[in-house]
């Protein structure tokens, strides 16, 4: 999603700053759905506790952090997830969730409400209860998800569905449209479908193969709407979703492969600090260290912040990279190199080339490959197209 | 105008790099104040009155205090405007009347 001039002027100042302004905080990894693509283990080895969390928003406040993400896991499976948000709120933080919303009620979403919290989205799959409740292994979870949602907006709290695409709800899109209609909220698909943290690939079978997404990519009235602007000095464009990516396009980022470790980052329930949830090596944990400590001192950060465009081995030199949505994280994790290109991202690249027009547009990994006569990569491919709608 | 102006609870807002940044729930919208502005804005919490803030403008920048207090009842009537700042309690009063 574009930005605005007010947004990109904040981001550019922020980057260049190297102000944390966007953080994300995982509260738990536990979880009341058992999603088939879900990366994480829920298992829970000792969360922070409210006390540590508090001690941490503090460090963050002080440090100039202005947006707030709270995720999982399932976030309302803490007990003290009310004390955090009313806590966050108390430090003038702007404040998403990012839910299930099965355990929200009528009395919850008035309390998120009466807190100020600005938005809170949803992961819905599929209008057919038969595919979502399919997806996250829980009989009767999109009727769940779906009346709080309409709690969530009769107390008038901005909501907006995410819906990740795989194999089980590839054709989803368009009835997840209508039903965002219905419910007056929009929506954001994500082609996302990403390894487990502990590097297992068995995930990687659940994505779409680029011939499977084309009718996606395809579909007017998608693309017309993707390319919509938010209101001048609207925040919307960080009314984020995907796992990999801020959402936000801005000239202020033009020379860095994404906002992490500039001006963002990731939190885990445990206290580990990352540039990005896709980046899973700890930069270090608040539990030994200060915030301010691991964001300007340690060696993960400082390696991904001198990432620079120009710098990408291969894809500095792509002639559709204006066509790729490469995320670093997945970079590393895919292709093990933060700078490299990764099959998935050129695939999906080339892709977007040829529906905008371009003729037979090849990536230059591609192009590499075929040159030094290597036969495609081995490595599995990644999704990551985001489409912001 | 409220003689001591109040922040509205509501909205997330950060001093950033001397100037500060607002966001509305509500509608998502992206304030920004200059430093000046960010000073009278960080005073504005229900305990200071219009000539408090008046004073610590004029002290921290100084100008006259006739200036100064005039600077910060225009802010405060923008602000006000914007609803950015919590309305005085009499209007709560009469409001819900």
């Not at chain 1, 984020?240 to 020379?255: C, L």
């Not at chain 1, 993960?300 to 120009?310: F, G, K, T």
């Not at chain 1, 895919?334 to 999906?348: H, S, T, V």
């Not at chain 2, 006000?80 to 819900?96: M, N």
Request: proline letters at 5%; aromatic letters at 6%; hydrophobic letters at 40%.
């Amino acid at each position: 999603m574009p930005s605005t001039p007010v947004m990109d002027r904040l981001i550019r100042k922020t980057v260049e700053r190297h102000l944390p302004w966007n953080v994300h905080i995982d509260l738990t990894y536990r979880c009341n759905e058992r999603c088939v693509h879900c990366y994480l283990d829920h298992e829970d080895y000792g969360e922070m506790t409210a006390d540590e969390v508090k001690g941490v928003l503090r460090q963050l406040a002080d440090a100039g952090a202005l947006f707030l993400t709270f995720s999982g896991g399932e976030i309302f499976l803490r007990k003290d997830v009310f004390e955090l948000i009313s806590y966050a709120r108390g430090l003038n933080f702007d404040v998403g969730l990012k839910t299930n919303a099965l355990l929200i009620d009528a009395n919850r979403a008035q309390r998120l409400r009466e807190l100020g919290v600005r938005k809170i989205q949803v992961s819905i799959y599929s209008s057919d209860p038969a595919v979502h409740d399919a997806i996250t292994k829980v009989p009767g979870s999109l009727d769940r998800s779906l009346a709080a949602i309409r709690f969530l907006r009769a107390e008038g709290l901005q909501v907006k569905l995410a819906c990740p695409l795989m194999k089980q709800n590839i054709t989803a899109f368009r009835e997840v449209e209508a039903l965002a209609a219905e419910l007056g909220v929009p929506y954001m698909l994500d082609l996302t479908v990403t390894p487990k943290m502990d590097g297992d690939r068995s995930l990687l079978a659940l994505r779409n193969s680029p011939a499977e997404l084309l009718s996606v990519l395809q579909d007017r009235n998608l693309n017309a709407r993707m390319f919509e602007s938010p209101g001048e000095g609207s925040a919307d464009g960080l009314a984020t979703g995907s796992a990999t990516s801020s959402g936000i396009e801005s000239s202020a980022y033009d020379d860095v492969p994404c906002s992490a470790g500039h001006n963002s980052c990731y939190i885990s329930p445990y206290g580990d600090v990352t540039p990005c949830v896709q980046m899973p090596k700890p930069a270090g944990n608040l539990r030994q260290q200060k915030f301010e400590d691991i964001w300007y001192g340690s060696a993960e950060m400082i390696r991904v912040r001198a990432a620079r465009e120009s710098q990408l081995r291969v894809c500095s030199t792509c002639s559709i990279r204006s066509y790729c949505e490469r995320c670093p994280g997945l970079a590393q994790m895919e292709g093990g190199d933060l700078l490299g290109p990764y099959e998935r991202a050129c695939e999906l690249a080339e892709m977007n080339a040829r529906l905008a027009g371009v003729p037979n547009p090849v990536s230059a990994m591609r192009e590499k490959f075929e040159s030094e006569g290597i036969p495609r990569m081995m490595a599995r491919a990644s999704g990551l197209v985001q489409l912001s709608v | 105008m409220n003689q001591f102006p109040e922040r509205n609870p509501h909205l997330a807002w950060r001093k950033i790099d001397g100037d500060t940044v607002i966001i509305s729930p509500e509608d998502s919208h992206v304030h920004e104040l200059n430093e000046t502005a960010s000073l009278i804005w960080q005073h504005a919490d229900g305990k200071h009155s219009v000539d408090d803030i008046a004073k610590i403008v004029s002290a921290g920048y100084e100008v006259a205090l006739d200036a100064a207090r005039k600077d910060v009842n225009e802010l405060i009537e923008i602000l006000s405007s914007k609803g950015l700042l919590a309305a005085p309690k009499s209007q709560e009063v009469s409001a819900g009347a």
